[in-house]
Nanobody, 123 residues
Framework: QVQLVESGGRLVQAGDSLRLSCTAS????????MAWFRQAPGKEREFVAH????????YYADSVKGRFTASRDSAKNTLYLQMNSLKPEDTAVYYC????????????????WGQGTQVTVSS
């Protein structure tokens, strides 16, 4: 079992930067994929980025490519999402997710989820 705890969400202004963190605990081991998803009010949960723990290969949604960067600190079992040039449309609850396999674009592939952290971007 893996427990995930996100942090770092808050209210910011358009153009600001923000870094989210997701710390994993419990039964963690090297070969798994982690991802960030987000869900805005009234919308479906959408893929943001995923990273393969071994190797650190990253993949991004087109809407955040060039602005967001996912990274991980293996020693701390922590996943990060650096968000730059934030836009009001980035407002959502951001979730991290994990699976014991390579990363995936699909939320249904991830059995482990954090509780989410709210990011609000004002115009």
């Amino acid at each position: 079992q893996v427990q995930l705890v996100e942090s770092g969400g808050r209210l910011v202004q358009a153009g600001d930067s923000l870094r989210l963190s997701c710390t994993a605990s419990g039964r963690t081991f090297g070969s798994y994929g982690m991802a960030w998803f987000r869900q805005a009010p009234g919308k479906e949960r959408e893929f943001v980025a995923h990273i393969t723990w071994i190797g650190g290969n990253t993949y991004y949604a087109d809407s955040v490519k060039g602005r967001f960067t996912a990274s991980r600190d293996s020693a701390k079992n922590t996943l990060y999402l650096q968000m730059n040039s934030l836009k009001p449309e980035d407002t959502a609850v951001y979730y991290c997710a994990a699976r014991y396999s390579a990363g995936s674009f699909y939320s249904y592939d991830y059995p482990y989820w954090g509780q989410g952290t709210q990011v609000t971007v004002s115009s």
